[in-house]
Structure formats: C-alpha cells, structure tokens
C-alpha cells in the first residue's frame, strides 16, 4: 500500500484533483466499510479529474481506474473509522492552522479559483482536512511515536555497510530552480506557472534571480515557480552529487566551483545531455560540500542519515501491517468489484 497516496487524497485534494466530500444519501453505493456508504458519485468524481485531460483508451481501462480510486477510499475510510475509536478527532483548531499553511502561497482569488477549478467548495475542503489530519493523528499514536532506533542499531548498520559512508569523489549538495523554455509537461508548483516558450523563460528566470538576489528565499522560489516536477515540491533539493556527474556539465560545473554554501549561480542554460538541444535555464544553489574520504560513525551527519533511513524503513513496514490488521478486521463489501466479475467476459 502506498500510505502517502492514501492519505494525501484528501489532504492534498485541492493541489492535485478534488474533495473526499462522503456523501450519506443519493447516488448508488460501490462498497460499504463496516455498513458505511462509499457512493458512486465519490468515485466519479475523483474518476473524472483524473481522466480530464488524458481519457481512458479502453473500458478495461476506466474500470480498472474506477476500481483503484475506490480500493484508495476503502483504506482511508478504514483508517478514520479507526481514529474515531480511539477519539483523535482533528480540532478546529488544527483544521484551520492547516488550512492556513496550504492558502499561503496563493491569494484569495488564485485559492478560489482552485477550488472552483477542483469543483469543491470550502466546507469540502476543511472536511476533507479534518478527516485527514484525524487519520496522521492515530498513525502517530499507535506507530510513529513507538518506534525507537537505538545508538545499537545504528553502530550495526554502519559496520555492514561502511562501504557506503566512503565517498570517493566530492559531493555537492545541490538545489536548483528550473524554468522550462517548452509549453509541456504540466507544471505542480504552487503558483501553477509556467513559460510557454524561450522569451517567456528568460524573462521568468531573469525575475526569479533578481527576488533571489533581493534576498527572498531560495526554496520558497523553487516551490512557487521551479518547472521542474520533481523537485518543485522540496524546494529545489537536488541532493548530493557527485563532482564527476557535475563535470559533464563544463559551464554548470565552472559555476558552482566558485561558489560557497548558501550561494547561488546566475540563470544557467539546461540542455540535454545527449543531443545538447536547449530546453530551459535553472539556478542552482549549493547548500553544502562534501569532501572525499571516510566517513566515520561519530560523524553527528552520519547517526543522523542512518536514524533516519532506519526509521522510514521500520515506519513503512510497521504501517502496512497495521493497514493489514486494520483491513483484516474491517468488513468490506466491494459491490464495483463484483460488478466487474460478474460482467467479466461479456
């Protein structure tokens, strides 16, 4: 199960399709959790956002769509039908401070706009968040607050894996910000912006370097206007790279070498590796520099990415199960899927 998939479709319903409204009446029912309704009119809608731009080419297809978008509200039903037992209700309180950090990037009348884009209203959304932030509040409970790495567990991975603490060449720690001098793919910053052509991009990345020098923060940029999809969400983050990837790139490389942590280089021109054909200018930062050699285990650096690897590990598998125990438990009546068995071959 992909927890993070689960969760952010009501979390992130405004940012990436639509509300988790449950509807108690009206419409037909495609499943009940332990007698509550799942309704067709959830599934279509999230079924109609998702399918938007890019159809389905087949029957096959849109149901096995319809049927994936009403297994992931299945699992997230189960998971609030359980936080509720255990009474870790969201309050107001935590609804509208969340509420308030995802309107922050935008003002009221691009909010509005999304919403409506989206085809929810407010009071959808704050539902869905309360839902939402109740789940990730008995996750934390039973799972996440009872894990414990000791100083044990991380000494025995570093000896069975010492090799991996070597690093051979220098490492740059990296984050950039991408404008794109094509009109695709589709943008997720959080501006939702995007050049449409050359002109367009060195105007944006000639912006975006003057805010930057002005002393607005670099990962708050990167979100709101990088045109990179995978790295626009994390501010940029590149992560560590090693010096030999970097000197591929001669003018990028030239560039970065002169810098010092924090800094950032003027626009860069993107082009691909291969056929050296232009698609874009970035900015990169360099957050940090990693000299060559051993890394030791009381290097606070070292414990610390160790703790952290361990604990998404032993978090990842403790939550499926508990998914599992949860599920295991629950009754599940899947009326779409014997739909599709019933009507199979026909």
């Known amino acids: 199960m992909v927890w993070g998939t689960a969760l952010l479709i009501c979390t992130l319903g405004l940012l990436a399709g639509?509300?988790?409204?449950?509807?108690?009446?009206?419409?037909?029912?495609?499943?009940?959790?332990?007698?509550?309704?799942?309704?067709?009119?959830?599934?279509?809608?999230?079924?109609?956002?998702?399918?938007?731009?890019?159809?389905?080419?087949?029957?096959?297809?849109?149901?096995?769509?319809?049927?994936?978008?009403?297994?992931?509200?299945?699992?997230?039903?189960?998971?609030?039908?359980?936080?509720?037992k255990l009474g870790?209700?969201?309050?107001?309180?935590?609804?509208?401070?969340?509420?308030?950090?995802i309107r922050a990037p935008f003002t009221k009348e691009e909010f509005d706009a999304r919403l409506k884009e989206r085809g929810i209203t407010l009071d959808d959304f704050k539902r869905d968040l309360r839902r939402s932030i109740t789940v990730e509040k008995v996750l934390n409970k039973e799972i996440t607050s009872?894990?414990?790495?000791?100083?044990s567990d991380i000494s025995n991975y570093y000896n069975q894996h010492k090799s991996e603490f070597n690093l051979i060449v220098p490492q740059y720690h990296l984050a950039q910000i991408l404008v794109s001098t094509q009109p695709s793919p589709q943008v997720r910053n959080l501006k939702n912006d995007k050049a449409q052509n050359e002109g367009e991009a060195k105007k944006k990345v000639s912006m975006l370097q003057n805010r930057l020098e002005s002393g607005e923060d670099f990962a708050t940029i990167a979100m709101n206007y990088s045109e990179d999809p995978d790295t626009s969400a994390t501010g940029g983050d590149l992560g560590f790279v090693p010096e030999n990837s970097l000197q591929?790139?001669?003018?990028?490389?030239?560039?970065?070498?002169?810098?010092?942590?924090?800094?950032?280089?003027?626009?860069?021109?993107?082009?691909?590796?291969?056929?050296?054909?232009?698609?874009?200018?970035?900015?990169?930062?360099?957050?940090?520099?990693?000299?060559?050699?051993?890394?030791?285990?009381?290097?606070?650096?070292?414990?610390?990415?160790?703790?952290?690897?361990?604990?998404?590990?032993?978090?990842?598998?403790?939550?499926?199960?508990?998914?599992?125990?949860?599920?295991?438990?629950?009754?599940v009546e899947n009326y779409l899927a014997d739909q599709i068995l019933k009507t199979s071959g026909q």
């Open 248 to 331: 591929g790139d001669k003018q990028a490389y030239d560039a970065i070498s002169r810098l010092k942590p924090g800094q950032f280089t003027p626009p860069l021109p993107a082009a691909d590796n291969g056929t050296h054909q232009l698609f874009g200018y970035r900015i990169i930062k360099l957050i940090s520099k990693e000299p060559a050699g051993q890394r030791e285990l009381n290097d606070p650096r070292v414990q610390q990415a160790i703790r952290e690897q361990l604990r998404d590990r032993r978090e990842q598998l403790l939550k499926s199960a508990y998914y599992e125990s949860l599920h295991n438990s629950a009754s």
């Open 18 to 84: 639509a509300g988790c409204n449950r509807q108690q009446g009206g419409g037909d029912v495609m499943a009940r959790v332990n007698g509550r309704k799942i309704l067709r009119t959830e599934v279509e809608k999230y079924y109609r956002t998702q399918t938007e731009k890019q159809p389905p080419t087949s029957n096959e297809q849109a149901q096995a769509l319809r049927l994936g978008i009403l297994r992931e509200l299945i699992e997230n039903e189960i998971l609030a039908q359980r936080a509720e």
């Open 146 to 151: 009872k894990i414990n790495i000791s100083d």
């Open 88 to 101: 870790l209700l969201a309050t107001d309180e935590e609804v509208d401070s969340k509420l308030s950090e």
